[in-house]
Structure formats: structure tokens, C-alpha cells
């Protein structure tokens, strides 16, 4: 398996409050990504990033915002949590842009807001 | 815009039976298509692929055939087993993208003993 850990893999947050995701690789990529997961959606793109400091915006990016300090490393923020980014959140890597065959995921965080 | 369809499930077979998992596809021009699976708890993997109109993608028993005539991308397994229960996505992107990957709304596989 890919050396990808998200964290915390479940939490339950209250709306209004922060809330932060990490997205942990040890493979050196490059790319990583931040994907949600809904019933009758698919995977959606939040964010991605192409280096340390580099990030653009996918398809859903309203409402969160990231950071990558280091290679292994990519925040997703919640600034202020609300019901309709209750969803199961996805890191995936991947070596280069068209790396589609060889995009890994990580096992995903299950988010709540209440 | 560019769009993915898959039948809606879930879908129940018993071990040994024949599997299809519909797969349509709107684009314009000829997108890469890809099966993912995800098993329970874990993140989506790449079953199988195929790059260009009548490439045969094949994988673990699993095959699908790109279509350009229909814009399918159908999902077969001649014989499943309990361990193929999951989720599956299908999938398309432009130029091999992983930041432009387009996924279904998945299915989900659940197999009897």
C-alpha cells in the first residue's frame, strides 16, 4: 500500500467551529489532493496541490481551505464547519499531473457536523 | 459538461453469477475511462483502464471494453466471489489528469456465499 495516513479518521464537530484534516505521505509525490465523497455524487475535488506552497481549487472548494508546508504534508480547513460538509473526506497522491492509473488513496476521514 | 453515469445499486449476486455494472460516459472527443474499487474501509484503487475507442482494460477477472459507438465503459466478471464486494467507480479524465478525474456516483457490490 501507498504511504498515506488522514487523520483523524473519524471526528464529530458542532457547526461554526474549525476544523482541520491531515493528509500525511511518505512516498515523496508530488501532487495530493483532497476529495469528499457523497451518496449519489462520486468524488468531488476540493483542493490540490503541485508542490509545497503550490495549491489550486477543484470543483467544490468553497467553504475550505489548505495548506502544504512540506512535501508529506497537506491541511485540509474547515474555517467554519457547517451540516453540508458532513461527507467522508479523501487524500489521494500521485507522482505527476497525468498519473490517473497511479492516484493513491488514503482509507478517509468520516466528518460529522451536528 | 463532461459527465459520468453509472446504474445505481446496490446490486446483490450470488457467488459464481455474472456480474454488469452500466457504465455511460458524456465528454466531447476521447476521455481515458477507469474502473476503482473500493473495498470496506479503505480508499478507492485502480481496478482496470483503457485509453483509447476498443482498448479491452482487464484486472483480477474483472474486464470492461471502451465503447466510443454507445459511450460505455461496461464493468464484467464472469464468475464473483464474496471478496468482490464493494464499491465500484467508474471514471473518466482528459490526458491521463489526475486533477481532472470525473467519478460516478459508484455502486455498490454485495455478493452472497
Known amino acids: 500500500d501507498a504511504g498515506i495516513t488522514q487523520s483523524p479518521r473519524h471526528k464529530v464537530t458542532e457547526t461554526g467551529t474549525p476544523v482541520t484534516l491531515r493528509c500525511h505521505q511518505t512516498?515523496?509525490?508530488?501532487?495530493m489532493y483532497w476529495y469528499r465523497q457523497d451518496p449519489g455524487h462520486g468524488l468531488r475535488l476540493i483542493h490540490y496541490s503541485y508542490g509545497v506552497k503550490d495549491t489550486d481549487k477543484g470543483e467544490v472548494s468553497d467553504g475550505y481551505s489548505v495548506s502544504r508546508s512540506k512535501t508529506e504534508d497537506f491541511l485540509l480547513t474547515l474555517e467554519s464547519a457547517t451540516s453540508s460538509q458532513t461527507s467522508v473526506y479523501f487524500c489521494?497522491?500521485?507522482?505527476?499531473?497525468?498519473?490517473?492509473?497511479?492516484?493513491?488513496f488514503g482509507s478517509g476521514t468520516q466528518l460529522s457536523v451536528l | 459538461g463532461d459527465s459520468v453515469t453509472q446504474m445505481e445499486g446496490p446490486v446483490t449476486l450470488s457467488e459464481e453469477a455474472f456480474l454488469t455494472i452500466n457504465c455511460t460516459y458524456t465528454a466531447t472527443g476521447y476521455p481515458s475511462l477507469f474502473w476503482y474499487v473500493q473495498y470496506p474501509g479503505e480508499g478507492l484503487q485502480l481496478l482496470l483502464k483503457a485509453t483509447k475507442a476498443d482498448d479491452k482494460g482487464s484486472n483480477k477477472g474483472f474486464e470492461a471494453t471502451y465503447r466510443k459507438e454507445t459511450t460505455s465503459f461496461h464493468l464484467e466478471k464472469g464468475s464473483v466471489q464474496v471478496s468482490d464486494s464493494a464499491v465500484y467507480f467508474c471514471?473518466?479524465?482528459?490526458?491521463?489528469?489526475?486533477?481532472?478525474?470525473?467519478f460516478g456516483s459508484g455502486t455498490r457490490l454485495s455478493i452472497r456465499p
Open positions: 471514471a473518466l479524465s482528459w490526458n491521463s489528469s489526475a486533477s481532472k478525474i470525473i
Open positions: 489521494a497522491i500521485s507522482e505527476s499531473r497525468t498519473d490517473a492509473e497511479k492516484l493513491f
Open positions: 512516498e515523496n509525490h508530488r501532487y
